[in-house]
């Protein structure tokens, strides 16, 4: 692609210690999450999805929210979110001091019924009051459209479906819409046509991309996102990912592969590669696996 199109500087959301850490069934103490919110931070990455006011039993991983909420590290500059799906999931996120919260629902029926347990219009009904009532509080939103493109329950989503979801969160007061690919099958083509429907519409800094990396697309898919113009991109530390309740879905893109990626392009990110690296190892060790982040595996190989 043409160098003088790209952006001098993108902004990473990272949702590793959310999106990443979900999925893991091996429990990682709470000290060890808020080490590795802290040594995100230090790395340089300023938005931290740090974790999930869901049900305790939707995602066990999880269930210490409030107590990593109340301990999160005091990072000038850095903002913090945690992903709220419903009223009760507000109360905790306001008692445990949170300011920035992120809603979710889907682009496809049966995997909002499956994740929140709610239609996609029930889902946009509780959010309008969720989304209000934060906003009286002082807090901002972001809102998640999971299964933008594929679906694992239905097949292909079409952009419509994707926009009506999009519009309307952004008519509620969420600030930022999350296209995201939930199972990772999206290719460069796909990210084009969707953006190429959105983008007439929604303005182009409203907009981040959400991949996942399950068929090796999600770099080539941020390129495309690159080219439509987006500068906001989510990634998780190591490539750890996943959701319980889409079956197939494999790792985010990982923040390691992201950064070097834009960094080569000449595209500042603000982060430091080895301090990210620093930071993952030791949930790699926890959970006693290598991660599939390729350069989180360069960068451990040489520093042994
Ligand atoms: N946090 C803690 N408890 C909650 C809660 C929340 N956010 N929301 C509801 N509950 C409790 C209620 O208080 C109620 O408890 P009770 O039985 O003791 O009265 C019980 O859960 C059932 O409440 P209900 O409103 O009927 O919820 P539900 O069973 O329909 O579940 C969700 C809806 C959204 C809470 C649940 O599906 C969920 O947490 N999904 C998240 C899935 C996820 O995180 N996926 C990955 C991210 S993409
Ligand atoms: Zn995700």
Do not use: W
Not at 78 to 105: Q, Y
Not at 268 to 280: E, F, K, N, Y
């Amino acid at each position: 692609m043409n160098p003088a199109l790209l952006p001098e500087r993108v902004t990473i959301v990272e949702v590793g210690p959310r999106d990443g850490l979900q999925n893991e069934r091996t429990p990682i103490p709470t000290n060890v999450k808020l080490n590795f919110i802290s040594a995100l931070a230090a790395a340089g990455l300023t938005q931290i999805e740090a974790t999930s006011f869901v049900h305790p039993r939707a995602i066990p991983q999880l269930a210490d929210a409030v107590d990593v909420a109340r301990s999160l590290p005091a990072a000038p500059g850095v903002t913090f979110s945690a992903l709220v799906p419903n009223d009760k999931g507000l109360d905790r996120a306001i008692e445990a001091g949170i300011r920035r919260i992120a809603v979710f629902t889907a682009a496809s029926e049966t995997f909002a019924r499956k994740n929140i347990n709610m239609s996609i219009d029930e889902s946009l009904t509780t959010f309008a009051a969720v989304i209000q009532r934060a906003r009286s509080a002082g807090m901002t939103v972001r809102g998640y459209v999971s299964t933008c493109f594929v679906c694992p329950f239905e097949g292909e989503v079409s952009g419509d479906a994707v926009l009506r979801v999009a519009g309307r969160l952004l008519e509620l007061g969420a600030d930022q819409i999350a296209i995201s690919d939930t199972i990772g099958a999206a290719a460069p083509t796909d990210v084009h046509r969707l953006l190429s429907l959105l983008l007439p519409v929604i303005p182009r800094e409203r907009v981040a991309l959400h991949f996942h990396d399950t068929y090796g697309t999600a770099v080539a898919n941020v390129v495309a996102g690159l080219e439509a113009g987006i500068t906001t991109f989510d990634a998780s530390a190591g490539g750890l990912g996943g959701c319980p309740y889409a079956p197939g879905a494999s790792g985010n893109l990982a923040t390691e592969d992201l950064v070097y990626v834009l960094e080569r392009m000449g595209i500042a990110t603000g982060v430091s590669l080895q301090r990210l690296a620093a930071a993952t190892q030791p949930i790699a060790a926890v959970l006693g696996q290598e991660l599939p982040s390729r350069n989180l595996r360069r960068l451990s190989v040489a520093a042994c």
